[in-house]
């Protein structure tokens, strides 16, 4: 990976940190609307992207009231997000990815940590990860993508 893809990658973990530490207060829990997560599409355009979110969650994860279940277990599960995401450019099955993986996964060890029902948590997250990734992280792409930046 060249100087330029390893600059983006890290401006992406960075950017992914600071906008859920800026709205840290919707950023955690059962009811979220973490805004960092429209970033989650960006690995259609660049492969960077997929370590980039890797690092930018686990690092924002360190302010998780989860602790490290939240900074392991939402690291991986972005990765294997961004991972489908990338062989699925500009396909439903990549835009589903992180909203199906982000529900399911995260609903389930956030469920299990809490001692709390699973589907209410499934269904929040999901419906939170899903207003970020179509009302925010769509356009983002869309219009970076008509823009062509490289």
């Keep these: 990976m060249d100087l330029r893809r390893w600059l983006r990658a890290g ?9 859920t530490l800026i709205f840290q207060p919707i950023s955690f829990g ?8 429209a ?6 355009l660049w492969a960077e992207a ?3 979110l890797f690092a930018g969650v686990a690092l924002a994860n360190l302010q998780s009231p989860f602790g490290l279940w939240d900074v392991v277990g939402g690291s991986l599960v972005t990765l294997a997000a961004a991972l489908i995401t990338r062989r699925f450019p500009f396909h439903p099955v990549g835009y589903l990815a992180p909203v199906v993986l982000n529900a399911v996964l995260v609903g389930g060890y ?5 001692h709390t029902p699973y589907l209410p948590w499934v ?5 939170g990860e899903a207003g970020v990734v179509f009302l925010l992280g769509y356009p983002l ?5 008509r823009r062509q930046v490289r």
């Design 50 to 52: 997929v370590p980039g």
């Design 11 to 19: 401006m992406i973990a960075a950017l992914y940190v600071v906008l």
């Design 39 to 44: 970033l989650t599409l960006l690995p259609m």
């Design 110 to 114: 956030l469920s299990y940590l809490t």
């Design 123 to 127: 269904l929040w997250i999901g419906a």
């Design 141 to 145: 792409v869309q219009v970076l993508r």
């Design 30 to 37: 059962q009811v979220q609307f973490r805004v960092s997560e």
